[in-house]
């Protein structure tokens, strides 16, 4: 069964994308079977591994977008993913087991003009759909928005993990407590829609400390994010077995440059120590996420 994880914190500009990115690539090149699903309305995800203009084509339309599964809904969640997503120039395929749902900027309609239908909300059509492939992939990664409306509802309700990527200030612990608020109300609204076959609602499991930048110190950060953390445990609001991870991922330029070239971190020759290191963070959030197994 496919290890299905959303990535999410009510906090923006925490590095989100980057990491599910980077993390997704590691994963490949490990040897996992991956589906990236992105459902942030900036289609960040998308635009990096598809490159502009492959992205462009379907912006312009929206026809092959993760929206037309809900309007016109004449496509399914089968039929909209491309599979070894990562080309170089010459269009080879770079990491033939990472594959991609791609978003484009018409899913901001999932939450303002799409016509609700309370006995079909949008999580409950993408979960049937979503069934049709799970069975192909080892992990199933979702790019959640800031929030948990429609959108960020459909990678949340699949999920049986929660991930959350945090800088080390106050307002990553804020999100991070709001985020439990909210995963507990939307738990409660979308019960009914359950099946036992889908396993447990998804819970927080795992804090990962990105885009550290150097000389920053985060073991304050750190200690009010554990002290919040066990409070949550105690009071059974996130897994037992959440933790903060060990590994913490840098802050480098080759993130940006990355974006830039359309490919994962790991992908790119390594020009300098910090960026080396920055490329084995992702690999060793991978190591810890995969040896990080969820409780029965």
């Known amino acids: 069964m496919a290890r299905k994880i959303s990535f999410i914190n009510y906090k923006g500009g925490?590095?989100?994308?980057?990491?599910?990115?980077?993390?997704?690539?590691?994963?490949?090149?490990?040897?996992?079977?991956?589906?990236?699903?992105?459902?942030?309305?900036?289609?960040n995800a998308s635009i990096w591994l598809l490159r502009l203009e492959r992205w462009n084509k379907i912006n312009s339309t929206g026809e092959g977008a993760i929206f037309s599964i809900f309007q016109p809904a004449t496509a399914r969640v089968k039929d909209l993913?491309?599979?070894?997503?990562?080309?170089?120039?010459?269009?080879?395929k770079l990491l033939p087991t990472l594959d991609l749902v791609p978003t484009a900027f018409n899913l901001v309609d999932l939450e303002s003009e799409y016509e609700l239908d309370p006995k079909r909300p949008p999580y409950a059509i993408f979960q049937e759909q979503l069934a049709e492939v799970e069975g192909n992939y080892d992990y199933i990664l979702f790019d959640c928005p800031p929030n948990i409306l429609r959108a960020a509802q459909c990678g949340i309700f699949c999920s049986?993990?929660?991930?959350?990527?945090?800088?080390?200030?106050?307002l990553s612990l804020i999100g991070f407590t709001l985020l439990v608020e909210k995963l507990g109300k939307f738990h409660q609204l979308s019960a009914s829609f359950r099946s036992v076959e889908m396993?447990?609602?998804a819970q927080v499991r795992g804090i990962i400390f990105n885009s550290i930048k150097t000389n920053v110190d985060i073991?304050?950060?750190?200690?009010?994010?554990?002290?919040?953390?066990?409070?949550?445990?105690?009071a059974r609001r996130v897994a037992q077995s959440a933790k903060i991870?060990?590994?913490?991922?840098?802050?480098?330029?080759?993130?940006?440059?990355?974006?830039?070239?359309?490919?994962?971190?790991?992908?790119?020759?390594?020009?300098?120590?910090?960026?080396?290191?920055?490329?084995?963070?992702?690999?060793k959030v991978a190591d810890e996420m995969m040896n990080h197994t969820p409780e029965a």
Do not use: W
């Open 14 to 43: 925490v590095g989100k994308t980057s990491l599910i990115v980077n993390v997704a690539a590691c994963l490949a090149k490990l040897g996992q079977r991956v589906l990236l699903f992105d459902f942030d309305t900036q289609s």
């Open 81 to 92: 993913i491309i599979p070894a997503v990562v080309e170089g120039k010459n269009g080879e």
């Open 160 to 170: 049986n993990e929660v991930y959350i990527p945090a800088n080390p200030d106050a």
């Open 199 to 201: 396993g447990a609602p």
């Open 219 to 234: 073991e304050v950060p750190k200690m009010r994010m554990q002290l919040r953390m066990n409070q949550f445990r105690t």
């Open 245 to 283: 991870f060990d590994t913490q991922v840098r802050d480098a330029m080759v993130v940006r440059r990355a974006v830039t070239l359309g490919l994962p971190v790991a992908l790119i020759g390594q020009e300098s120590q910090q960026e080396d290191n920055v490329a084995h963070d992702y690999r």
